[in-house]
Nanobody, 123 residues
């Protein structure tokens, strides 16, 4: 079955950077719109950023615009999230998700989800 495996999380201090990766298998990666979501303790899951299957369009939550960058490498079936200037409020479990040829990056119906990777930002 489809697998999405996140990696790259960890414990960092405020202001640091991290790059998350999401390795996809058993799906036609280049045909999938990919998204990053996060769930902080006691909060609902929220959209962070994503990239359309064509690769031409990205979208971000206002809280991360200018700090986070989503990219993809279709030759490696991998999605990335470069996170700079991290803040304590970025602490959460980060998930990647996939939707087949999705047009709506932020509000689309994502069919496949990874298990998540923990990001903790200390002040």
């Amino acid at each position: 079955q489809v697998q999405l495996v996140e990696s790259g999380g960890g414990l960092v201090q405020a202001g640091a950077s991290l790059r998350l990766s999401c390795a996809a298998s058993r799906l036609a990666f280049s045909s999938y719109t990919m998204g990053w979501f996060r769930r902080a303790p006691g909060k609902e899951r929220e959209f962070v950023g994503g990239i359309r299957w064509s690769g031409a369009i990205t979208d971000y939550a206002d809280s991360v615009k200018g700090r986070f960058t989503v990219s993809r490498d279709n030759t490696k079936n991998t999605l990335y999230l470069q996170m700079n200037s991290l803040k304590p409020e970025d602490t959460a479990v980060y998930y990647c998700a996939a939707q087949w040829r999705g047009a709506q990056v932020a509000r689309g119906e994502y069919s496949y989800w990874g298990q998540g990777t923990q990001v903790t930002v200390s002040s």
